[in-house]
Structures are given as structure tokens and as C-alpha cells.
């Protein structure tokens, strides 16, 4: 796996976007499977950049570890026939 640096630069750019026009898409996070708590998929510059800003709370989507909704039956299987 390949990770970055995230650009301070850039984070403080974002910073500025966000508080002219807020945070249009909130971040998306998974709970960690390896422990509490949670893990980001998407959006870690828009979390440092609420952060920078002071914010408290951060608008989040979280999403199933594997992207399957456990409230929604699995269609595997449906509308198969026997035989």
C-alpha cells in the first residue's frame, strides 16, 4: 500500500474554500476493524481542514468495512429458481 503526504499548502487552500462556501461533501469513514473507532476512506485534507478552521464536529458518512449495508438483504440468491 502507498501512502502520501498530505500538502499543508493545499489542507490550508481547502481551509479557505470551506469557509467561504462550507463543507459540500462530508468525509466517509469505516469503523475499524481492528479495534474502537474509525478509519478514513475518503476525505482526510477536508478533515485537516475543518480542523484547521476550529471545527468541533465534522459532517461524516460512515460506511460498512467490506460496502455492504447490513440492512439490506444480500440479493444473492433472489429471484433464482431451483432446478
Sequence with gaps: MEYWRVNDQEVAE??????YVGLLQPIVLTRNL?????QIMFGEKRLKAC?????????AIIRNP??????????TGMGEKDG
Design 14 to 19: 481547502i481551509a479557505n474554500n470551506i469557509s
Design 34 to 38: 481492528e479495534g474502537e473507532g474509525y
Design 51 to 59: 480542523i484547521l478552521l476550529g471545527w468541533k464536529r465534522v459532517p
Design 66 to 75: 467490506i460496502g455492504i449495508d447490513v440492512n439490506r438483504p444480500s440479493s
